[in-house]
């Protein structure tokens, strides 16, 4: 099992940017794909985003294809999601998740070990 850590969510004007940070425990990280994913008050959780495992490949939902990037660093078993352009609907909590596998995908039962997420409030 690996313990995820989410960081960097805050409140930001429209327009703005943040960069969340996903810390990762054990040594399997780079062994995996990380995804993001976000969950608004009253609504599903939806996919944001994900890198496969040696960060090779990214795969992004359309609504954030453009404005959000995910890198990774594998010597420091983190993840991150650039967020620029910020809207109020990208209002939520921010989650990074371990995928089953190397490669990315969209699908939420792909992914286990669930970080505790992070807010992330824009304002308009």
């Known amino acids: 099992q690996v313990q995820l850590v989410e960081s960097g969510g805050g409140l930001v004007q429209a327009g703005g940017s943040l960069r969340l940070s996903c810390a990762a425990s054990?040594?399997?990280?780079?062994?995996?794909?990380m995804g993001w994913f976000r969950q608004a008050p009253g609504k599903e959780r939806e996919f944001v985003g994900a890198?496969?495992?040696?960060?090779?490949?990214?795969y992004y939902a359309d609504s954030m294809k453009g404005r959000f990037t995910i890198s990774r660093d594998n010597a420091k078993n983190t993840v991150y999601l650039q967020m620029n352009s910020l809207k109020p609907e990208d209002t939520a909590v921010y989650y990074c998740?371990?995928?089953?596998?190397?490669?990315?995908?969209?699908?939420?039962?792909?992914?286990?070990?669930w970080g505790q997420g992070t807010q992330v409030t824009v304002s308009s």
């Open positions: 998740a371990r995928g089953l596998l190397a490669s990315v995908s969209y699908n939420r039962e792909r992914y286990v070990d």
């Open positions: 054990g040594r399997t990280f780079s062994s995996y794909a």
């Open positions: 890198i496969s495992a040696r960060g090779g490949n990214t």
